[in-house]
C-alpha cells in the first residue's frame, strides 16, 4: 500500500511519519455494485415493469418519456437533449442507452476525480457519483463537493439526507439510500 503521506511532526530527523488508509486515493471509478445502485435508482429496477408503468431492460427504460418534472429522459435517468435526437416516445437502442450511460457517469466521475480531496472507500464514492449523477455534475454537485473535501465523513450522512432535495417527493428515500451507502456501504437501492 502507498503511503498517504510522509510528514516531520517536529524538528528531530527521526520524527518522520509514515500515514496509510484503507480509504481509496485517485482515480477512482465507479464498481459495479454502484452501476447497478444507479441504474435501480434512475429506472427504478434492473429489469420488468417499473412503478411508473416503464419497461426496464439491464437497468435501461428505451423508450424516451417525461420524467417527474416533466424532462424528457431516456436509458438510465439521461436528460434528452437537442443533439440528442430523441423525442417522446421514440424508443432507442440497449447500445445507445449503454452509451449514454457510460458518457453521463464519466461526466459524474470526471468531477469528484478533479475536485474531491480527500480519500474515500469504494462505497462513499458510488454514493457520491450516485448523488451527482442525479443532481448534475456541474453546479448541482458543488456543495457536496465542498463538504467531502472538509474530511468529516461522520457528518455526511445527515448532509446527503437533505441534499438538492427540493419539492421532489422521490428524492427524500433515494437520498436515505445513497446517504446509508456512504455511511456503511449497504448497496440497497429498493424503493
Known amino acids: 500500500m502507498d503511503a498517504l503521506c510522509v510528514a516531520t511532526t517536529n524538528t528531530i530527523a527521526d520524527s518522520i511519519r509514515t500515514v496509510y488508509t484503507s480509504r481509496l486515493c485517485k482515480p477512482w471509478k465507479i464498481s459495479d455494485a454502484g452501476l447497478s445502485f444507479l441504474a435501480q435508482w434512475e429506472s427504478g429496477m434492473l429489469n420488468g415493469i417499473n412503478f411508473q408503468g416503464h419497461t426496464v431492460v439491464e437497468g435501461f427504460i428505451l423508450k424516451a418519456y417525461r420524467d417527474n418534472r416533466g424532462i424528457p429522459t431516456v436509458a438510465c435517468g439521461h436528460r434528452i437533449t437537442p443533439v440528442d435526437q430523441i423525442e417522446v416516445g421514440q424508443t432507442i437502442s440497449l447500445e445507445r442507452a449503454r452509451a449514454f450511460k457510460r458518457r453521463d457517469v464519466q461526466a459524474a466521475e470526471h468531477r469528484l476525480n478533479r475536485d ?28 457536496l463537493v465542498k463538504k467531502l473535501n472538509v474530511g468529516r465523513y461522520d457528518d455526511l450522512f445527515s448532509f446527503i439526507l437533505s441534499y438538492r432535495i427540493g419539492s421532489n417527493p422521490g428524492l427524500p428515500p433515494r437520498r436515505y439510500s445513497e446517504a446509508r451507502l456512504f455511511a456503511s456501504g449497504v448497496y440497497d437501492a429498493s424503493h
Open 116 to 143: 474531491v480531496r480527500v480519500p474515500l472507500f469504494q462505497f462513499e464514492y458510488d454514493a457520491a457519483i450516485s448523488i451527482v449523477f442525479n443532481s448534475g455534475a456541474n453546479d448541482g454537485a458543488d456543495e
